[in-house]
Structures are given as C-alpha cells and as structure tokens.
C-alpha cells in the first residue's frame, strides 16, 4: 500500500509542484490549501507524513502544528520554512516538527527528506525496515537515489548534488522532453532567481562525466526546449 502525504500548502504552483512529485514517486498524496481545512483533514484521516507550510489562510502552520501535538497525533511533519528564518525553524522544532526545508529547494531534496523521515519513524515505531536499497539502472549506469550516488562500470561517477537530481530526474522520464523551466522548478526551486544558463551547465558537466560508459545514456539538447534523455536501443528504460 502506498504511503499517504498530506500536503497543506496554498500556493498553486508550489502544491501542483509537490502534489506532482510525490505521486510520481508513490505516494498517495492529498493537498489542502487552508489552515483550518487542512487540520480538520490531518485529525480525521491517517497518514504518513505530514508536509506543512507556515503562512496560511485561515491558520498558520505553528498553530496547527500544536493542535495536532496536543491531540496525541504524532504524524511526522516537515516544515516549509521562509529563507532566512532561523526563528520559523527553531518554533516549528519546538512545536513538534520532525524536520524543516528553507525554501526556495528542489523537489528532489524535499523528496529526500520525505524518504528519511519516513525511514526514521518506522524504525522507531519498531517495524522492520527494508533491507532493499533502491537502485535505478540506465543503460550502464547504477542510480542510488537515497545515496546520492552514481556507479558508471563499477566506478563511481563524481556528481555535484544538483548534477545529480538532474540526472535522477531525467533518468526517470526517458524519452520525454523536459523544459529547463521544469528543471529550474524541481532542482532549484520554484522560486529561485538564477537564469536558464544555470541548467545548461550543469548538463554540458554532465554528459562529461557520462562519455566514459559504452552504453551510457545520453541527454540530448532540444532547440529552444530543453533535454530529452536517450536510452541505449538494446537495453531498454531504467527499471
């Protein structure tokens, strides 16, 4: 069965962005765009994790934190933060949070955290945890997501972070285009204030670092689009 998100967040492209995101990576996802709405929701349904922004209508993400901690509900929460906000941080910690992201962030690093608080709280509730480490295969390429880890031929292939969560990205939309738009959103943020040209490094370093398997992938630029990430004839997409 799949593992129940709640998302309460009232900025439309930031929820359509996670909603997206988490569901694409399994989980059953529920997004609320109110305060009080969205505790109503968290006391009256189960999940498994809670993502929480500050700034709400109707309530803000502290109070609801409280009501939720002083109901006996220890939902684990993450925190979307404002940057900057030391103060935001250490409350929500205070409140009962679980962990906190600043924003602007990439999809991929929220989804990390979301990976290893969820991992935390089931070993700490005493369920077994698994012993299979997730791996994507691309051609000759061995993906460790929650590692941030790639192994080209039995080496391991030097990856900055944001290097990385393209190449992860990308490996796991084969064929599809992607606009520089898109990756801008989910690596760096929604909001964040660098140019296109930021994308188009990272991915001519990149393929650098590609050239070396036989049977690598190979990320091919589309004029005025993007990248489209191309899998080898014989070995098919990533599993």
């Known amino acids: 069965m799949s593992q129940r998100v709640l998302v309460i967040e009232d900025e439309p492209t930031l929820a359509r962005l996670l909603s997206y995101n988490l569901t ?6 529920t997004v609320i765009d109110h305060g ?3 505790l109503q929701v968290a006391l009256q349904r189960t999940f498994d994790l809670i993502i929480l ?8 993400g502290f109070e609801i934190l409280s009501r939720l901690r002083q109901s006996g ?7 979307l933060t404002a940057r900057n906000a030391e103060e935001e941080v250490v409350q929500g910690l205070r409140r009962g ?3 906190y992201i600043t924003k602007p962030f990439g999809v991929a690093e929220l989804l990390a955290r979301v990976s290893a608080v969820l991992r935390r709280t089931n070993n700490e509730e005493g369920k077994v945890p698994e012993t299979t480490e997730k791996v994507i295969t691309a051609g000759d390429l061995s993906i460790y997501p929650e590692k941030y ?3 080209l031929n039995g080496e391991t292939v ?10 992860l990205y990308l490996v796991q939309r084969p064929g599809m285009v992607i606009t520089r738009d898109d990756l801008m959103n989910v690596v760096w943020g929604f909001d964040y204030i660098g140019g296109q040209r930021t994308v188009d490094v990272h991915v001519s370093s990149l393929r650098k670092k590609l050239e070396l398997g036989q049977q690598s992938v190979q990320i ?4 005025g689009v993007g990248y489209k990430l191309v899998m080898p004839k014989k070995l098919g997409a990533p599993k």
């Open 149 to 151: 880890e790639v192994i």
């Open 158 to 167: 030097p990856l900055r972070p944001k290097e990385f969560e393209v190449l």
């Open 97 to 99: 949070a679980d962990d």
């Open 24 to 29: 694409q990576e399994g989980y059953d996802t």
């Open 36 to 38: 009080s709405e969205g």
């Open 220 to 223: 091919e630029s589309i004029r």
């Open 53 to 60: 922004d500050i700034m709400l209508p109707g309530m803000n």
């Open 73 to 79: 509900n220890r939902t684990p929460v993450v925190v």
